[in-house]
């Protein structure tokens, strides 16, 4: 017994525990453990010629009604081996869709928005609330809403999905559902919604279902955060985060929208958060810094931010305003106490 006791070894009991699927901690070091956040999602970005080229050429081949649920093209980060993110929590895709055509109705888990890139006048229905789509618009399509689009605008159009895909995923969370019809019918319009929010009674329940953020009211908001000088951030610029009206949360539990407007020359500060953006230039050019790597930028290329990586943006156009729209998982991250900045 004493002998036996003599013999073992960390490598011997090592060897044991891993064939019962057990491990020490011991086997850690420090250097697995570091003070500071480490993401393996890398600063990357993706140029609207590549994507639009890409686009075009499915509008071709790929059918919606026999090869497809969605015509969609997401950008994927080279520092998720084997996934299929744009970083590891949130996505980006960009959606085609021509006139005369409809993306099926269903329903999933993961929540989801729009943001109008090129075209008006398609819709996507919301839970029978049809939201008529123009430049610059957001509409938002929440955990387990159903949603449809419907192209009969006369021309083609383009938007940008953005979807918390990765993290409903890694929580084993992810279903869908078709409908039982391929399109919702009309119950109201979003429209009528926005009327009650800007003539609400206070006898009356307000709507639960609030999706659509118009252009027209984004643009007056950003005008206004600019003329009041202390609007500007000095890390983000005139940053206009979208607010849920229902809940005065986060657009969503699990995603921030904001746009940010860069006037002509201006520079910000360089700083770092834990939580992780995806930026899509909405107009303009420029360039931003990211973990050491500058990225020049202009109209319709998209560019991730990822997590505790350093950076600062600038517009370098001497005379034309710079608009992002960005995507973040703060919600997530500050809902588990994790958020943290530093400069
Ligand atoms: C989805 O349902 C849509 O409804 C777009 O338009 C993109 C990407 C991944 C999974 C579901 C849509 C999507 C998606």
Redesign the pocket.
Known sequence: MKQERIRDSIEQLNRDMSEKSLEGHWNLGLEDLPPYPVTSVQPCLWRWEDVHESMIRAGEVVNLEQDA??R?I?LLNPGIPGGHGTTHTI?F?F?YVKHGEY?RA?R?T?A?F?FVLQGRGAYTMVNGQQCVMEEGDLIL?PQLTW???VNDSGKPIIWL?G?D?PLTQALHQLF?EPYHQEQQALETTSDEVAGFYSHARPALEPPKQFFHYKWADTERSLERLRRNGSGRDPYDGYLLEFLNPVTGGPTMPTIQCAVQLLEPGQETLAHRHTSTVIYHVYRGEGTSIIGGQVFQWRQGDSFVVPLWNQHAHANTSPDTDAILLSMSDAPVVKALDLYREAS
């Open positions: 649920e969605r969609t997401r996505h895709s959606q993306a269903h999933h993961a989801a729009r399509t949603h449809d689009h999905d979807l895909i869908f």
